[in-house]
């Protein structure tokens, strides 16, 4: 079945600190690929998406490219605010479904911004 | 527009109580799912439903029972509550062309005790 790993957090950084946070996948074929972010006390909301190979999906300063040779999708920002603190977590979307029959979600990664 | 609206937001449930969850969503929107989260856990499908007065299972749907008479709400009943059940319930739902793209409820958050 399909499968997410995300890096274990939490995560801690310094306001403006460059911000990596990894994602992998298994899955049959080439998935869509997602991070949806959760900030304290709400549900999750999509950040940014890839639908096919080389794809880069970019929003409020966070990128991530579907590296098919690799199955990744790492988040990454340049310089990070106390305001991204939130749980960040990487999904993909069955090819049959494209998500209609649900996300398959990694764990999570918490990311704590120190100002 | 509310969005997607869950209630009740906290609970409580001796084990073997009955209870069931609403999620509520003026977007009309075609797709709506329920998802549980548990610490470490991320977060897994417990049901979900394609269109009105159709339900399918997920990936843990042992327990649960829904369904969709409306298309813009979708309940979820636990007949037996279990210690194992407790968790933080998301209500999520998406539109026909982005199913992808889901709007997520605020929670709700179960303790069976």
């Known amino acids: 079945g399909n499968s997410v790993t995300q890096m274990e957090g939490p995560v801690t950084l310094s306001e403006e600190a460059f911000l990596t946070i990894n994602c992998t996948y298994t899955a049959t074929g080439y998935p869509s690929l997602f991070w949806y972010v959760q900030y304290p006390g709400e549900g999750l909301q999509l950040l940014l998406k890839?639908?096919?190979?080389?794809d880069k999906g970019s929003n409020k300063g966070f990128e991530a490219t579907y590296r098919k040779e690799t199955t990744s999708f790492h988040l990454e920002k340049g310089s990070v605010q106390v305001s991204d603190s939130a749980v960040y977590f990487c999904a993909l979307s069955s090819i049959s479904g494209g998500g209609a029959d649900g996300l398959t979600f990694g764990k999570g990664t918490h990311l704590i911004i120190q100002p | 527009n509310a969005g997607v609206t869950q209630t009740p937001k906290f609970r409580v449930l001796k084990t073997g109580q009955s209870m069931t969850l609403l999620c509520a969503q003026d977007?009309?929107?075609?797709?709506m799912y329920w998802y549980r989260q548990d610490p470490g856990m991320g977060l897994r499908l417990i049901h979900y439903?394609?269109?009105?007065?159709?339900?399918a299972k997920g990936e843990v749907p042992d327990g649960y029972n829904v369904s969709r008479l409306k298309k813009q709400n979708f309940l979820l009943g636990l007949e037996s509550a279990a210690p194992s059940q407790t968790s933080v319930y998301f209500c999520a739902s998406s539109y026909l062309g982005t199913p992808y793209e889901q709007y997520f409820g605020p929670g709700t958050r179960l303790t069976v005790t």
């Open positions: 977007m009309n929107h075609e797709y």
């Open positions: 439903s394609v269109g009105e007065g159709t339900t």
């Open positions: 890839a639908t096919k190979a080389d």
